[in-house]
């Protein structure tokens, strides 16, 4: 098994619910421990950033550690100096090192090179670690993952890509609807058993929860004006939740555009369980830097 986290399909099954369970631990326990005392975490951020950058360097504080904040421009990664040299530099300095990167081979490239573990903190295939503060909250809610029927209502884009990976090691039930143009890998779909239906009323249908991302990612901000034009229809209002049967909770990454992806009435209302998913960001890269970083042991 991998030594790093690019994506969900860096774990299995049992390394998935490893994490889950530490993560749930944590919470329960309001958990401050040891596991990374005298260890250090490098944060090398090419993007902007506000749950995973304050998720990951609280979390190493939490667990006795430390971590150090990289503008990727001041670093010059890849410019200043190829990726494999900043690799092997960090790698002589620090115990870990998470990267948020334009383009996916960054990071893959700072794993290959690193000699510690590497996490991928959002690239523009991946966001592994918002997946598993996905599912903390989907088990919160529903006591279990099989069979949680999800419907996710936007762009086939990282946090999607990722959710799929984890649905299917946790065998939720995904539908997924995007315009068209915007749908994620068929393979993809296909791994996940998940089904692809365009009309988004007809996708919420019977979901226990509906999640919804940003349409303009960061990094395709020149496309915005056509994306808006795109995605006319697949916002989340109340009405979408509505057909949803009522009961479904509102999941979203953050941040969000209101009035786009989601209107803020949904969002903020009573279903809404935003606020849990961050919080359950800091609750799972806890889990994931304890158990890359700190060595604490994935089963048992
Ligand atoms: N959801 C998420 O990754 O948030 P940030 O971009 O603020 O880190
Ligand atoms: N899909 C979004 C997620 C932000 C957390 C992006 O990549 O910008």
């Known amino acids: 098994m991998s030594n790093h986290l690019l994506s969900i399909s860096d774990l299995d099954t049992d390394r998935l619910h490893a994490l889950l369970r530490t993560a749930e631990q ?52 890849g410019v200043r100096e190829p990726v494999r040299d900043v690799a092997e530099n960090l790698g002589r300095w620090v115990e870990g090192v998470s990267a948020r990167v334009n383009k996916h081979e960054t990071v893959a490239g700072l794993a290959e090179f690193a000699g510690v573990p590497v996490i991928n903190a959002l690239s523009d295939a991946h966001h592994p670690l918002q997946a598993l503060a996905d599912l903390m909250t ?39 609807s995007t315009p068209e143009g915007y749908e994620p890998d068929a393979g993809l779909l296909e791994r996940a058993r998940a089904r692809f239906v365009r009309d988004p009323f007809e996708a ?70 935003i606020f849990d998913q961050a919080e359950n960001r800091l609750h799972t890269v806890k889990a994931v830097l304890a158990h890359y970083l700190g060595g604490r042991p994935w089963s048992g």
Request: hydrophobic fraction near 45%; include cysteine; glycine fraction near 10%.
């Open 138 to 176: 989907l088990k919160e809610n529903f006591g279990r993952l099989a069979g949680v029927r999800l419907a996710y209502v936007g762009d086939g884009n990282n946090v999607l890509t990722s959710l799929l990976e984890a649905a299917a090691l946790a065998g939720l039930e995904v539908v997924v």
């Open 26 to 77: 944590f919470k329960n326990a309001r958990y401050r421990g040891s596991e990374l005392r005298g260890k250090t975490l490098a944060m090398i951020f090419e993007k902007p950033s506000l749950r995973t950058r304050t998720t990951l360097e609280v979390a190493a504080v939490h667990l006795g550690g430390h971590a150090v904040y990289l503008d990727a421009r001041q670093v010059g990664l």
């Open 204 to 273: 919420v249908q019977g979901a226990d929860a509906v999640y919804t991302d940003v349409w303009t990612s960061m990094g395709q901000e020149a496309e915005a004006e056509r994306r808006l034009r795109d995605f006319a229809g697949y916002t989340v209002t109340p009405e979408l939740m509505e057909a949803a049967g009522g009961e479904a909770i509102f999941l979203h990454c953050l941040p969000a555009h209101y009035g786009e992806e989601v209107v803020e009435e949904v969002a903020h209302g009573p279903r809404s369980r």
